[in-house]
């Protein structure tokens, strides 16, 4: 597995099933906000990860995914795991649950695990408290040197090992190296935007966007400064709490459109004698109703229904144009996802494209659905195909979202509006690594660098993503200011091309980084490193 990994060292996690490998996993490869975003099932899956430490990276593999077969018993199962981190692994992590205490299953696996040849450390694993810490004691008769007592869950002692397990890998590798001298430095602006102390630019808040503006050009500004960090750190809770309150909120799906356009029908075609409504709920603003109906194993909730039924009987006219206009801009306000529904014989109008303008400025996840597809005359086999390729060309910025033909009257593929809706409000919560999405970055610049401007060509050191719904990318760079636009969609569509954010519009914010400061931070580090260095010989 190092092979296919490239030159990374490998760390496996190896240990009975229920002892906290995947939970130690997860803490390591730092994957809380896939949890957070109810995708535990995919990350549990998830064998490898990448992870960082100290400046170091390495593969983490959870060796407890590796199990094939579920009914093999527990003592072959871990002695599976145990002759794979054998093999594979720069440094094993023997992970024992300090509730249970000592097992047989975790005495055969260390037997096996001491013909090793890899560094390999203790993980005591639920010692929650003093108490349990104290019992994790039994462990060292197991007998290796390094024994540390963690709570996976909460992150309890893991640092503590994470540092060990670094000083034990193997020495870096040239490419390792190498790279490293790269980004070296925003790896300390990294820390400081991961643990909340720097994020000025947080969550989706308006007028953040495009603010290269380089308000933190003067080098010896103390990121210490005791407002700013309660500043920040208020804003991770705020943003910690919005993320978990999320977690619960099904879909919100607004259909917006002109009068006339079909949203009533749509709606009713939805809402069809066969479906169950669950529930109305009062929407924000007055007179708004919200329903809330099942879809798959969960629900949505569609917003506003009370305003499109209504709407269905105003004859078309400017003042109901303006009203039906007011009226969408509300519902996407309050919505996730917004369904922009277009007349096939009419075309993309003006207004149509105004409403979709106002989705994308708000962030909201967009769905164009042409409707009145039983009324497109002559149809072909292209003339789908037709008809996306012209909006794509009247309206490029609406390029991310997914186009789909539906009739309301005759109900063709009106279930798959709500289905590619659902599929965007996921996509706009998607949350990207910051290992990964920095890898996808380098690979990007080096293949481009961002033009020249005005004698400037800015150099972009790092980037995290800050927020979901819209995901918000931060990018630390020199000369942020002179981020060419066309290079800004030029990284953009990197990023769609890894990672999909199917009809969820993504923002894009560069922020000033001073070089001084920069070549300061990083002279730092390798002090720091060569000490490890030291210190691990
Ligand atoms: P694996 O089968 O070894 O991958 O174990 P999991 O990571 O799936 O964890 C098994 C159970 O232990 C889960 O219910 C976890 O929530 C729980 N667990 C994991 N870490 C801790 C911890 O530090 N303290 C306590 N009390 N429970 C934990
Ligand atoms: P709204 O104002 O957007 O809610 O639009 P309505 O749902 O009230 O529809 C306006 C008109 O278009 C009505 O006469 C509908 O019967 C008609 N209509 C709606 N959907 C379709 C469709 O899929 N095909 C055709 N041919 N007509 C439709």
């Known amino acids: 597995m190092a092979g296919q990994r490239g030159s990374l060292p490998v760390v496996a996690i190896v240990g009975r099933p229920n002892v906290g490998k995947s939970t130690l996993f997860n803490r390591i490869v730092g994957e809380r906000a896939a949890i957070v975003e109810d995708r535990a099932r995919t990350t549990r899956d998830r064998l490898y990860g990448d992870a960082e ?8 593999v959870d060796t407890g995914g590796l199990e094939i077969d579920p009914d093999d018993l527990i003592e072959a199962k871990v002695q599976l795991q145990a002759r794979l981190a054998i093999a594979e692994a720069d440094v094993i992590v023997f992970v024992v649950d300090a509730i249970t205490g000592l097992t047989p299953a975790d005495l055969d696996a260390a037997e096996l695990l001491r013909t090793a040849r890899a560094p390999l ?34 992150g309890r002692g893991v640092a503590d090992l994470l540092d060990e397990i670094v000083l034990a890998l193997p020495a870096e590798t040239e490419a390792e190296h190498a790279r490293k001298v ?23 808040s ?10 933190e050009d003067d080098a010896d500004e103390d990121f210490a400064d005791a407002e700013a960090v309660a500043a920040s750190d208020a804003e991770t809770a705020r943003w910690d709490a919005m993320l978990a309150a999320d977690g619960d909120e099904p879909p919100a799906i607004a259909f917006v459109g002109r009068p006339n356009v079909g949203k009533s029908s749509l709606l009713n075609s939805l809402l069809g004698e066969d ?13 708004a109703i919200d329903t809330r109906i099942p879809w798959g194993r969960t629900e949505v909730v569609l917003i506003d229904t009370a305003g499109i039924r209504k709407r269905g009987k105003v004859a078309s006219s400017a003042a109901a144009d303006r009203y039906s206009a007011l009226r969408s801009l509300k519902a996407i306000s309050r919505a996730d996802v917004a369904v922009l529904l277009i007349d096939g014989v009419d075309g993309l109008t003006a ?58 009257r005759t109900g063709q593929r009106v279930g798959r509006v709500l289905e590619l809706a659902v599929d965007v409000w996921a996509e706009r919560r998607r949350r990207v690594g910051t290992g990964e999405l920095n890898r996808i970055i380098s690979t990007a610049s080096d293949r481009q660098q961002p033009p020249m401007v005005k004698g400037h060509r800015p150099k972009i050191f790092y980037a995290t993503q800050a927020a979901v719904a819209p995901p918000t990318f931060v990018f630390f760079a020199r000369d942020a200011a ?20 199917l009809g969820t519009p993504i923002r894009l914010v560069f922020r000033e980084r001073a070089g001084i400061r920069i070549e300061r931070r990083a002279g730092k580090r390798s002090a720091r490193a060569a000490g490890a260095a030291k210190r691990s010989r």
């Open 53 to 60: 430490w100290n400046g170091r990276r390495f593969v983490v």
């Open 121 to 154: 450390f203790v993980a005591v694993n639920k010692a929650d408290n003093p108490q349990r810490e104290l019992e994790a004691a039994e462990f060292w008769s197991l007998g290796w040197e390094h024994t540390f007592p963690i709570a996976a869950n909460h």
């Open 182 to 204: 790269r980004e070296a430095e925003a790896d300390e602006f990294a820390r400081d935007v991961e643990t909340g102390r720097l994020r000025p630019f947080i969550v989706g």
């Open 206 to 215: 308006e007028g953040s966007d495009g603010d290269g503006s380089g308000a």
């Open 275 to 287: 479906r169950m409504i669950v529930s109305d709920i009062p929407g924000t603003t007055r007179d």
């Open 351 to 408: 207004q149509d494209a105004h409403i979709a303008g106002y989705v994308v400025e708000e962030g909201k996840g967009l769905v164009i659905a042409i409707n009145k597809w039983d009324a497109v005359e002559d149809k072909k086999g292209t003339t789908f195909d037709t008809y996306v390729e012209w909006i794509r060309h009247e309206a490029p910025f609406l390029d991310f979202a997914p186009v789909v033909s539906i009739s309301a």
């Open 482 to 501: 002179s981020v060419h636009f066309s290079y800004q969609r030029y990284l953009e569509n990197r990023l769609r091309d890894e990672f999909g954010f």
